[in-house]
């Protein structure tokens, strides 16, 4: 099995920042895409950032020029910092790894992690 593992949310004063940490660990042989989405209250999930393996990003209209994306050295693990926060930036944050290849003969799967909450105080 594979396993995301968030770490870095919680609570910050608008105008703040916060860098957000998600580790893949597990067999893996190759993972194309990471990426962090968010989900607010009554609302679906969005994606935020994505990067790939070869370090093209994609960001959401609402957080370009504030949130930064990026990838390790060791490619499993992928970074968003985040400044500028506002309170609109208030959400659960998933990581996101998709077409991992756990060996080079098995089919490519999406993985998620449990979320990390970032809640942004006006």
């Known amino acids: 099995q594979v396993h995301l593992v968030e770490s870095g949310g919680g609570l910050v004063q608008a105008g703040g920042s916060l860098r957000l940490s998600c580790a893949a660990s597990g067999l893996i042989f190759s993972i194309n895409g990471m990426g962090w989405y968010r989900q607010a209250p009554g609302k679906q999930r969005e994606l935020v950032a994505a990067?790939?393996?070869?370090?093209?990003?994609n960001y959401a209209d609402s957080v370009k020029g504030r949130f930064t994306i990026s990838r390790g050295d060791a490619k499993n693990t992928v970074y968003l910092q985040m400044n500028s926060l506002k309170p609109e930036d208030t959400a659960v944050y998933y990581c996101?790894?998709?077409?991992?290849?756990?060996?080079?003969?098995?089919?490519?799967?999406?993985?998620w992690g449990q979320g990390t909450q970032v809640t942004v105080s006006s």
């Open positions: 990067i790939t393996s070869g370090g093209s990003t």
């Open positions: 996101n790894a998709d077409q991992v290849r756990r060996t080079i003969f098995t089919n490519p799967s999406t993985y």
